[in-house]
């Protein structure tokens, strides 16, 4: 995965709430380990009709919408099952950061773990962004902060390990691994001790 310090982006809007797991990828396509791909079955049930064909009234379906990166989502994103396969169909989608103003947690952890940002802004704040969709957001991994066109800032939470993972694109095991040399040195010095 690659990190990232800054995203800027215009926006998707999702608006209903309580989206699940099961509305972000489908049980019928968890059958791979394979995270390339998942993207044309994000939100399955909700992008194709029932022939195949794009339903034009998703906002995923919609040409301004292509490219974007950023999604802004009812309360109580990510709900439902514990599906790893959730995040990863966000990102292979070509999202880096959710925005809502509540995410469930098991989804949260598993989106920084697949350099997903979730980001929780209080209730009025989404619902004013969710009305200006074509606003170009900067999101400042760094900073921990989310900027509009107009000059709002709006800081978030995230953990600071989250957020060096999120900045060096490694997950749990790649900042282990990363940190190789020093684990090493210091079990070789351990058994001296």
Same mark, same amino acid.
Request: charged share 25%; hydrophobic share 40%; net charge negative.
């Given at each position: +995965?690659?990190?990232f310090?800054?995203?800027?982006? @215009?926006?998707?809007?999702?608006?209903?709430?309580?989206?699940?797991?099961d509305?972000i990828?489908?049980?019928?396509f968890?059958?791979?380990?394979? /995270?390339?791909?998942?993207? @044309?079955?994000?939100?399955?049930?909700?992008r194709?009709?029932?022939?195949?064909?794009?339903? %034009?009234a998703? &906002?995923? #379906?919609?040409p301004?919408?292509?490219?974007?990166?950023?999604? *802004?989502?009812? /309360?109580?994103?990510?709900?439902?099952?514990?599906r790893?396969?959730? %995040?990863?169909? !966000?990102?292979? $989608?070509?999202?880096?950061?959710?925005?809502s103003?509540?995410?469930?947690?098991?989804? =949260? #952890?598993?989106?920084? @773990?697949?350099?997903?940002?979730?980001?929780v *802004?209080?209730?009025?704040?989404?619902?004013?962004? +969710?009305?200006? &969709?074509?606003?170009? *957001?900067?999101?400042?991994?760094?900073?921990r902060?989310? =900027?509009? %066109?107009d000059g709002?800032?709006?800081?978030? &939470? $995230?953990d600071?390990?989250?957020?060096?993972?999120?900045?060096?694109?490694?997950?749990? $095991?790649g900042? *282990? !691994?990363?940190?190789?040399?020093?684990?090493?040195?210091?079990?070789?010095? /351990?058994?001296?001790?």
């Amino acid at each position: +995965m690659s990190g990232f310090r800054e995203l800027r982006s @215009k926006s998707v809007v999702l608006a209903q709430s309580n989206i699940d797991t099961d509305q972000i990828i489908p049980a019928r396509f968890l059958s791979t380990t394979e /995270r390339a791909g998942l993207g @044309k079955n994000a939100f399955n049930d909700w992008r194709w009709q029932a022939d195949g064909s794009p339903n %034009p009234a998703f &906002p995923f #379906n919609q040409p301004e919408n292509h490219g974007r990166s950023i999604l *802004l989502a009812g /309360r109580n994103f990510g709900c439902g099952s514990s599906r790893e396969h959730a %995040p990863w169909a !966000l990102t292979d $989608l070509g999202l880096r950061a959710i925005v809502s103003s509540e995410i469930a947690d098991i989804f =949260r #952890n598993n989106s920084l @773990k697949n350099g997903l940002l979730p980001i929780v *802004l209080p209730e009025e704040i989404v619902q004013s962004l +969710m009305e200006r &969709p074509d606003d170009e *957001l900067t999101i400042d991994v760094a900073a921990r902060e989310l =900027r509009a %066109p107009d000059g709002s800032v709006f800081g978030f &939470p $995230l953990d600071a390990f989250a957020q060096t993972c999120l900045l060096e694109g490694v997950d749990e $095991l790649g900042y *282990l !691994l990363a940190r190789h040399t020093d684990i090493e040195t210091y079990e070789a010095t /351990r058994h001296a001790r």
